[in-house]
C-alpha cells in the first residue's frame, strides 16, 4: 500500500531523554513535514524539508531536530531542551510545495512525558 | 493578524440529516482554501482545497463554497452517516509562501 507511516503510535519518555519519532513514505513525495497537536490550538509547523539534505525550521523548531538523508524518510527528535513536548505529532508529506499540492498525513504519534 | 475562525466550536446531528459549517478567514494574500476531515486520534485527510477563482467543490456528501470577496467558506455535509463524525479542520495558504494557517476545527458528532 502506498502511504505515510509513523511509529510509534503512543510514546512515553522520562523527562530529560530524548525520543526520536520515526516517519516513512513511499510515495515518492519531495516534501515533509513534522507537525504539532495540542488541544484548543491548530496544527503548528516545528520542521519541513523540501528535498532530501536539506530542512528548513517552521514556527516552533526550538527543542527539535530532523534529518532528511533518505527521501523516504524524515525522523523527528524530541530533546530534553523542549519544555512541553507531551502532544500529538503528525508527519506528512506532499509531491511539492506548490499553492494547491495535496499534503497526506500520516495516523500520528502521541507522546507523552512521565 | 491573520487567522482562520471556524463555527460553531461543535455540532450534534442526527444521522441523516444535513449541516454546514463555517470558515471565516482573514489571511491576505490568499492562495487556496482547504478542508480537512479529522478522526480522533488519527491524521488529518484532505476533502477539498480550493483556489480563490474557484465558488464551489464537490467530494461526495461533501460540498465546500468559497467567496474571496467576504473571506468566508462553508462545508456542506449531504445526508450525513455515521462515519462523518470527525473534526473538520479550514486551512488557509498565504499566496507568496505558502504558509499554512490552520484553524481549531469544528468537532461534528453524528447520533443514530
Known amino acids: 500500500d502506498g502511504g505515510i507511516t509513523q511509529s510509534p503510535k503512543y510514546l512515553f519518555r522520562k523527562e530529560g531523554q530524548n525520543v526520536t519519532l520515526s516517519c516513512e513514505q513511499n510515495?515518492?513525495?519531495?516534501?515533509m513535514y513534522w507537525y504539532r497537536q495540542d488541544p484548543g490550538q491548530g496544527l503548528r509547523l516545528i520542521y519541513y524539508s523540501q528535498i532530501v539534505n536539506d530542512f528548513q525550521k517552521g514556527d516552533i523548531a526550538e527543542g527539535y531536530s530532523v534529518s532528511r538523508e533518505k527521501k523516504e524518510s524524515f525522523p523527528l527528535t524530541v530533546t530534553s531542551a523542549q519544555k512541553n513536548p507531551t502532544a500529538f505529532y503528525l508527519c506528512?508529506?506532499?509531491?511539492?510545495?506548490?499553492?494547491?499540492?495535496?499534503?497526506?498525513f500520516g495516523q500520528g504519534t502521541r507522546l507523552t512525558v512521565v | 493578524k491573520n487567522q482562520v475562525e471556524q463555527s460553531p466550536q461543535s455540532l450534534i446531528i442526527l444521522e441523516g440529516k444535513n449541516c454546514t459549517l463555517q470558515?471565516?478567514?482573514?489571511?491576505?494574500?490568499?492562495?487556496?482554501l482547504r478542508w480537512y476531515k479529522q478522526d480522533t486520534g488519527r491524521g488529518p485527510v484532505s476533502l477539498t482545497i480550493m483556489t480563490f477563482s474557484e465558488n464551489t467543490k464537490s467530494n461526495g456528501r461533501y460540498t465546500a463554497t468559497l467567496d474571496a470577496d467576504t473571506k468566508q467558506s462553508s462545508l456542506h455535509i449531504t445526508a450525513s452517516q455515521l462515519s462523518d463524525s470527525a473534526s473538520y479542520i479550514c486551512v488557509v495558504s498565504f499566496r507568496n509562501n505558502r504558509k499554512l494557517i490552520w484553524g481549531l476545527g469544528t468537532s461534528l458528532a453524528v447520533n443514530p
Open positions: 470558515c471565516n478567514y482573514t489571511v491576505s494574500p490568499f492562495s487556496n
Open positions: 506528512a508529506s506532499s509531491i511539492g510545495t506548490g499553492g494547491e499540492t495535496e499534503a497526506f
Open positions: 510515495l515518492n513525495h519531495d516534501a
